[in-house]
């Protein structure tokens, strides 16, 4: 059986289709933006069961590049693709677990982390980013007149763009937002060898001018408008549901700042329930900080308007983003899922993500933002003690350390910082010690 996807048009009333080696990112005939549509006729050559087998067999194998958590699925992502094209690092299969102490102190026990930071370069843009440049090198040796692949970031989606270009030979360009991300997002793409700008403006700065940028062909724009990098991520929910021997969660909640991410997460989801692997859909919540907060604003007003913002300035860094380009998709992802939009000040995320690692996690400000929005939703009963609670985990914490320095250094600027545990200074002998170990008592 041979497996198709190809670009379809996100507009429905338009529809317009393009191959996927086309270099297209919006709709030439109505400027919406795109999405990977898959011949699901095809697919269903395979029973549910069949798909599962398959899935499981190939799990973290070494057999290339099936063993990754995002080609284990390739006739689901990218089913045209040459295996010797295929730039995989083995993302994904990533850790989801069960988060016990925690979920005992917020009361609800069913609680885990699907940690997507524990990944190559350390956030989950690895699962979009691995399938982008497979098309990329399948292009280039097509002949395509590609010269680099380029990104605006907050910092993760440049980190993964110049790891996977490194491996694959191809130059890279990243435009950064000067001193808005952190130390270790701005060494990951320079250590890869990527061409860095870092420019004095914010990210929807940086996206308005890739956007120019990658008007030349030469150039190929690497950001989720382009919705290849979709394509990888969907492998989330497949992999929860795997990971849950094929039950579906109750609630997922997701952070969310260009938001291609969540509309990822809905046709895994979507894409398993067509094809018959479940037969339920997750209700999805999004997290939002309160600093840059858009859609969260679109939706307490039933998404009726959108209106794009200017980010305020917040420790999630990675989400801090007034003019998210896939909006529409997340609106339509929110509304198929029983969707919720909630947000979280700079003190409820901070405290959110310091107590999940009080209890043994190491969280990210972003994953930080939706622990805080958990605990908002269980006061506001919206997630019952009974629900099985999936939090998506966007980053590795170590990427964050400022933050974490800040906060238990009691640092961190207006912020009450409940959990702060500084290092104790003290003379070098027994009895300095038993002394403060006895304050405690
Ligand atoms: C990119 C990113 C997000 C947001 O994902 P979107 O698809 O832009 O909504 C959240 N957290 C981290 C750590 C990220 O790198
Ligand atoms: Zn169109």
Not at 25 to 30: T, W
Request: with cysteine.
């Amino acid at each position: 059986m041979s497996y198709k996807a190809w670009f379809k048009c996100f507009n429905d009333e338009c529809g317009q289709t393009y191959p996927l080696d086309e270099i297209v990112y919006e709709c030439k005939k109505c400027g919406s933006l795109l999405e990977v549509e898959h011949d699901m006729d095809a697919l269903a050559d395979k029973t549910p069961d069949e798909w599962k087998k398959l899935f499981e067999k190939r799990s973290a194998t070494t057999s290339y590049p099936y063993g990754s958590g995002v080609w284990g699925k390739k006739e689901w992502v990218l089913p045209q693709i040459d295996n010797r094209n295929v730039v995989s690092l083995y993302e994904g299969n990533s850790n989801l677990f069960w988060a016990e102490r925690f979920g005992q102190l917020i009361g609800v026990p069913d609680v885990w982390i699907k940690l997507c930071g524990n990944s190559h370069t350390g956030s989950f843009k690895d699962l979009g980013m691995t399938v982008l440049v497979s098309q990329v090198k399948q292009m280039i040796a097509g002949g395509a007149p590609i010269r680099a692949v380029a990104c605006a970031s907050t910092g993760d989606t440049s980190a993964a763009l110049a790891a996977y270009c490194a491996a694959a030979g191809i130059p890279s360009i990243v435009l950064l937002p000067h001193n808005k991300i952190s130390t270790a997002q701005l060494v990951q793409p320079l250590a890869n060898g990527a061409k860095v700008f870092s420019l004095n403006t914010d990210f929807d700065g940086c996206m308005a001018l890739i956007k120019q940028l990658t008007r030349t062909e030469s150039i190929y724009l690497a950001n989720s408008m382009n919705s290849l990098r979709i394509e990888g991520q969907k492998s989330i929910s497949i992999e929860i549901c795997q990971q849950f021997d094929w039950e579906v969660p109750d609630v997922v909640i997701i952070p969310g700042g260009n938001l291609g991410n969540v509309s990822a997460l809905g046709n895994g989801f979507q894409m398993m329930r067509k094809l018959g692997l479940i037969n339920r859909l997750p209700q999805i919540i999004l997290a939002q900080a309160a600093q840059a907060n858009p859609l969260y604003l679109s939706y307490l007003k039933g998404f009726k308007t959108f209106e794009p913002i200017t980010a305020g300035k917040t420790m999630a860094s990675a989400i801090q983003i007034g003019n998210p380009v896939s909006v529409h998709k997340a609106i339509k992802t929110l509304k198929e899922f029983d969707g919720i939009v909630e947000q979280a000040t700079e003190e409820e995320l901070a405290n959110a993500s310091a107590l999940g690692d009080r209890t043994g996690m190491y969280n990210c400000p972003h994953t930080g933002v939706a622990l805080a929005v958990l605990l908002k939703m269980i006061k506001q009963g919206v997630v019952k003690k009974d629900h099985r609670v999936v939090v998506i985990s966007t980053a590795h914490g170590l990427k964050f350390s400022g933050f974490k320095v800040a906060y238990h250094q009691r640092q961190a600027a207006g912020i009450e910082c409940e959990y702060a545990n500084a290092p104790v200074e003290l003379e070098p002998n027994l009895d300095s010690i038993f002394k403060e170990l006895d304050k405690d008592r």
